[in-house]
């Protein structure tokens, strides 16, 4: 095994991935640098949340390595790959898969809860982080009385109240009307480059590129080479208060 560029935060070499000896990969290799946003774009069934589960341990890949930080994470038993996506990655994926018996404020504010920050504290964050992604006044409710694209803005919450080190947002806009998606997808990059996060960002659609440092487009499984966006949509440089 040979260590990972120093300015990468994340990098893959030669991903291989099948379900049942169907490929999903077929040898990707990409390099994520620090708090930069990479886009990972492509058609349906290309690839694109093989390889966000891929970097993130969700699952190992049947060929290739994993690096996060100049750690192995292809090699890390489960439970260490458990306490790296606790910790330093979040996730949002194009489902919002809320625990229905919490509040909005409750699930926005798991992962500091399961960290074992004190309820007051995180409920704060979780508070502004609803409100910054114009959800706060939804805090209260449950699920099940929040409209999907409401509960898609509640798992963006979530996966920014933490401060991760990576973000992987899986075509985190495709429950949203056209006309959220970008505020969505802005104040997600937005909030990445005011706290320094790094995100994988994947999606089928031309709003996701805009929001990007650099596009790596995934065709059958293989990959181009990830190219610089030669005019990334400006975003909000405010620090946030969060
Ligand atoms: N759990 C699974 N079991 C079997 N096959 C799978 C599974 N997940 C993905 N695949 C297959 O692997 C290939 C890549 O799928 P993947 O979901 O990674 O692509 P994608 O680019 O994210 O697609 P989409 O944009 O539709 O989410 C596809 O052919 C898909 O059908």
Redesign the pocket.
């Known amino acids: 095994m040979v260590a990972p560029p120093d300015n990468d935060v994340l990098f893959a070499r030669s991903l291989r991935h099948s ?2 000896g ?1 490929p ?1 990969l077929l040898g990707v290799t990409v390099g994520v640098r620090r708090g930069e946003i990479l886009g990972v774009v ?10 966000l589960r891929c970097l993130s341990g969700q699952i190992t890949p049947d060929e290739g390595e994993v690096w996060f930080d100049a750690a192995p994470v292809h090699t890390m038993p489960e439970a260490a790959r458990d306490q790296l996506r606790r910790e330093r990655f979040g996730w949002v994926g ?1 489902e919002p898969q809320l625990l229905p018996e919490l509040t909005a404020w409750e699930n926005a504010a798991l992962p500091l809860l399961m960290r074992g920050v004190r309820s007051r504290a995180a409920r704060g964050q979780a508070q502004e982080w609803l409100e910054r992604l114009d959800i706060g006044a939804a805090a209260r409710k449950h699920p099940g009385a929040l409209l999907q694209a409401e509960r898609q803005r509640v798992a963006v919450a979530r996966a920014l109240v933490g401060v991760p080190a990576v973000v992987f947002a ?2 985190p806009a495709a429950p949203l009307h056209h006309a959220d998606r970008a505020q969505v997808l802005r104040t997600l990059a937005s909030a990445a480059r005011s706290h320094g996060m790094t995100v994988v960002l ?1 999606g ?1 659609d031309p709003d996701t590129a805009r929001f990007t440092d650099r596009a790596l487009t ?1 065709r059958d ?1 293989h990959a181009g080479t990830p190219a610089p966006l030669r005019d990334p949509e400006p975003t909000d440089p405010t620090p946030a208060n969060a």
């Not at 492509?42 to 390889?51: A, I």
């Open positions: 379900y049942r169907s999903a492509g058609p349906r069934g290309s690839g694109k949340t093989t390889l194009s899986d075509d994947t089928t995934l499984g």
